[in-house]
């Protein structure tokens, strides 16, 4: 790092993240002493920021809240995560695609032309989610769970009673966020669409967290989708050698299963889904031989379709055909 003007924004950057930084670390990732830092992190509270040093092997420098820092010290990787992430906003679902669009604007005025070149050559376009989440909906379903509040929210149907739930977690899945909560009057866990529910006046009823039946919330929301409750895990499971190269078969298969290359011709394909039937259409949409590798389960429901498609067959043409 050179030039003491680039040093001291770096060492910024770098305590903006809300955590204690001990010298040496800051000084091996500004690649300079421990005294230049320290030198640095005084002439940064002559201008006015109050940065914090505490002793012992825990200790460190770190940003007091409320230092305000301008957005012109922004870095070259800040500069373009900023631009990614406003630019994203769309595929997010968030109601708040003109702030973003006029927040990336303001921030661009204030940089230096270095980065705002960078800013400006990065454009991309993606899918617009047609799903909308009004943004004071996030923010108020958010503080719930934050602050360990019930919630109560109406939830589809106007003449249903309003949601009693203890908040969870709001989770981003596939363009959709959702909100896992106790629900009180169930009595068990469920998962509620945030573009679905509109929030009560907060009731400020605190409540104590219970576990999660699995290992995290992201966990749970996949383990559902999957019809199972506390692992990410397709309840029925397949494994099958096909006769295509890896290369054809892997990118179809994505996060449901797995693909081995056997030589160049031929794979081993473990894959899931809701049941077995749905585990072998899965595998005939390639449209190539396969030989079942197990379980037992899956050379039975074989079987069965191999019914269902005679079954359903119809005559041979010219015999019996109705016009």
Known sequence: MTGSSSRMLALLSLLQTPRDWPGHVLADRLEVTSRTVRRDVDRLRELGYRIRASKGPDGGYRLDAGSELPPLLFDDDQ???????????????????EGAARALATVRQVMPARLRHRIDGIRFTGVENETRVDPAVLEAVSAAVLDRHVLRFDYGDADRPARRTEPHAV??????WYLLAWDLDADDWRTFRLDRMSPRLPTRLPFTPR??????AQTYLAARAKGADAVDRWPCIGEVVIDL??????????????????????????????SWVSVLASL?????PFTIVGPPALADAARTLTARFAAASPPTVGVGIPR
């Open 284 to 288: 005939t949409r390639f449209d190539a």
């Open 245 to 274: 190269p890896a290369s054809e078969v892997a990118h179809w298969i994505g996060r449901d299963g797995t693909v081995s290359p056997i030589g160049a011709t031929a794979c081993r394909v473990t894959i899931g889904s809701w």
């Open 171 to 176: 989770v981003a899945r596939e363009g959709r």
């Open 211 to 216: 576990e999660l039946p699995a290992a995290d």
């Open 79 to 97: 500069a373009v995560a900023i631009a990614v992430a406003l630019q994203s906003v769309p595929a997010t679902g968030i109601d708040i695609a």
